[in-house]
């Protein structure tokens, strides 16, 4: 039990920089310019990401239950879509010098849309981590405690991972221009990875 639990935590930090939630943090922390400041992104995009672990996670444990594939793919979409938002709002922030300074500066400094966001992204994939959970673990008890220690392994590893997002960041914000290159950079990964997404959800059969 110990081995599993341990396995979890590592499972959850590792988790933290999956593709997806890189270009996520990333498209949310543009406007950051101190590394203090991409952390605290992090921390609440975790906690978002860790409470849909656990309030979702933890229902499908208690219930034994499983969440359907083509339900599966959907959140996958979901994800996808979000990240397309996301990536077009600091587009569109770019297009209007006269707001682009606080319109980049106030949307990464919600705490409710990081929160959110990560929310979202712990839709997908919740289901199979459960299965997983109650797999590794003796009892429902010890499968909701493994998920929790995923959800804090989780959210240390977007933390290290924000910090580290925080540092160039920083730097390319710094210089002329920086500000409007990052929100077009981050935009446009974000509109292209959260294409993709939709798409391979549709080719995999849910369209």
Known sequence: MLTAV???LLLGVRHAADPDHLVAVSAIAAGRRQPG???????????GHAATVLVLGGTLVALGAG?????????????GAV???????????VRRPETRTSTLTRLPRSALRSFGVGAV????GTG???????A??????????????????SISGMVAVSLGLGVPLRWAGARPGGAATL??????????FGTWMVWRVGSGGLL
């Open 136 to 153: 590794a673990m003796p009892s429902t008890a010890a499968a909701v405690a493994y998920l929790a220690v995923f959800s804090a392994g």
């Open 37 to 47: 400041d991409t952390a605290w992104v992090g921390l609440v995009w975790g906690l």
């Open 6 to 8: 341990l396995l979890g």
């Open 183 to 192: 929100a077009w950079v981050s935009g446009a990964v974000a509109v292209a």
């Open 67 to 79: 969440i359907p594939e083509r339900l599966g793919l959907g959140l996958e979409g979901l994800v």
């Open 121 to 124: 992204h712990g839709l997908a």
């Open 83 to 93: 990240l397309i938002v996301l990536g077009i709002s600091n587009l569109l922030a």
């Open 128 to 134: 199979a981590l459960a299965v997983l959970a109650v």
